[in-house]
Each structure stands twice: as structure tokens, then as C-alpha cells.
Nanobody
Framework: QVQLVESGGGLVQAGDSLRLSCVDS????????MGWFRQAPEKEREFVTAISRSGGTTNYADSVKGRFTISRENIKNTVYLQMNSLKPEDTAVYYC????????????????????WGQGTQVTVSS
């Protein structure tokens, strides 16, 4: 069973940084590729980034490339999202998600359907 809990959201100013964390309370974290998604008010949820089971391969949406970094610590059952140079358009509820993935070193495509989701954490960036 996978249970994901995000933390680290908050209110920051444009240009600031935040680090989100997502902890899986289950025992099979390393069997899952992990992703971060976000949903802004009145918009559809969108893909932000994903990381392979091994942590060695990542994928990013163009809108966050060079500013956001995803990482994971399998021994801690935790995935992180480091967000730098935040912009007002980054304001959204951020969700982590897990996808059972048979390959350790590849990431699911951006349009993949994930199996488990956290409850989300709010990130608000003021101008």
C-alpha cells in the first residue's frame, strides 16, 4: 500500500525558493517512479516533473526546466521538489504521485496515468 503525504508548501515572493517533500509510508517506495503535478485555480492538473525508481533519470515540463529539481531518497521513502526562482504563475496545489514502473532507470512519459496520489500542498507566489 502506498500512502503519500506532501509538505513544504507556503506563501513566498517571486524569486524565492521552496522545497517540497513527499513521504511514502508504505514499504515498496523503490518500486515506483515518482512524479510531481500541479493544479492552479480553474486550470487542469498538469505534469511538472518525474524521476525514475533509481533516481538517475528525470523529466521536466518546459515551464520549470532550469528552475525546479526533483530528487529522491529511497532509504527515506521520500521524493523532493526543489523550486527556485519562483514565479507567480507557479502558484498551484502541488501533488506528488507514484506509478508502478518496471524499469529502474527510465521515467514514465509525461502523459502516463499514475497509481497513487498525495493530498496536495499549496504553493502561493506573490509578485
Amino acid at each position: 500500500q502506498v500512502q503519500l503525504v506532501e509538505s513544504g508548501g507556503g506563501l513566498v515572493q517571486a524569486g524565492d525558493s521552496l522545497r517540497l517533500s513527499c513521504v511514502d509510508s508504505g514499504r515498496t517506495f523503490s518500486n515506483y517512479a515518482m512524479g510531481w503535478f500541479r493544479q492552479a485555480p480553474e486550470k487542469e492538473r498538469e505534469f511538472v516533473t518525474a524521476i525514475s525508481r533509481s533516481g538517475g533519470t528525470t523529466n521536466y515540463a518546459d515551464s520549470v526546466k532550469g528552475r525546479f529539481t526533483i530528487s529522491r531518497e529511497n532509504i527515506k521513502n521520500t521524493v523532493y521538489l526543489q523550486m527556485n526562482s519562483l514565479k507567480p504563475e507557479d502558484t498551484a496545489v502541488y501533488y506528488c504521485a507514484a506509478k508502478a514502473w518496471f524499469m529502474r532507470t527510465s521515467v514514465p512519459p509525461a502523459g502516463a496515468v499514475y497509481d497513487y496520489w498525495g493530498q496536495g500542498t499549496q504553493v502561493t507566489v506573490s509578485s
